[in-house]
């Protein structure tokens, strides 16, 4: 199973200010999704990261408030733009490496407070 | 919407009973998949069921599919602290462009 890694761990910000996180795989996958978790809610789907195009996003999410690149295979970055407070969450990477709707691994998150 | 509604939202069990949650999902599905998710770090998948399969067993889990009720259940025999966390179910819709739904989740609290 793909291991992953995420950057940074956690992450206080100032309001206005842009985070970008970083999601790294130790195996080439297709399919690489960011989710956000905010507190004691479950995972919403951000968007997919594709290689070598734009990401998909889903409904609520735009490219201007979460710019994602996908340089390659291994690695994706999720930037959260002009943070307000309700941006305080948990920001999930994951991976599908078996297939489409297959199993998905999941980076360790990444938790910010906005303030 | 697709997603699925675990029950209960939260469970405390004392150590070395069976802890049961339910997943409820309202449209036709490809698979069912269960994650654990300790202290808002990642989630580790647990068990895939496709919609074909009725149960299947990993370990001290059990899980269950019944596709005509549409709901899952998970079971998790002779706990332990180290059980301790949230667990999900996700569903993959029948449509295989749409991406896999979280459901809210069950807080389980193991009591020693």
């Known amino acids: 199973s793909a291991v992953i890694s995420q950057k940074p761990s956690r992450d206080i910000c100032q309001r206005g200010t842009s985070l970008t996180i970083q999601c790294q795989v130790d195996s080439q996958v297709t399919m690489m999704f960011w989710y956000r978790q905010q507190p004691g809610q479950s995972l919403t789907l951000i968007a997919t990261?594709?290689?070598?195009?734009?990401?998909?996003?889903e409904s609520g999410f735009v490219i201007d408030k979460f710019p994602i690149s996908r340089p390659n295979l291994t690695f994706s970055t999720l930037t959260v733009s002009n943070m307000s407070p309700e941006d305080s969450s948990i920001y999930l990477c994951?991976?599908?490496?078996?297939?489409?709707?297959?199993?998905?691994?999941f980076g360790p998150g990444t938790r910010l407070l906005v303030l | 919407s697709q997603q699925g509604e675990e029950d209960p939202q939260a469970l405390s069990i004392q150590e070395g009973e069976n802890a049961t949650m339910n997943c409820s999902y309202k449209t036709s599905i490809n698979n069912l998949q269960w994650y654990r998710q300790n202290s808002g770090r990642g989630l580790v998948h647990l068990i895939l069921i496709r919609s074909n399969e009725r149960e299947k067993h990993s370990g001290r889990l059990r899980v269950t599919l019944d596709t005509s009720k549409k709901s899952s259940s998970l079971l998790i025999t002779a706990s332990r602290a180290a059980d301790t966390a949230s667990y999900f179910c996700a569903t993959a819709p029948m449509n295989r462009d749409d991406k896999i739904i979280f459901g809210k989740g069950t807080r389980l609290h193991i009591l020693p």
């Open positions: 990261a594709n290689q070598g195009s734009e990401a998909t996003y």
């Open positions: 994951s991976v599908e490496e078996q297939g489409v709707q297959e199993t998905q691994y």
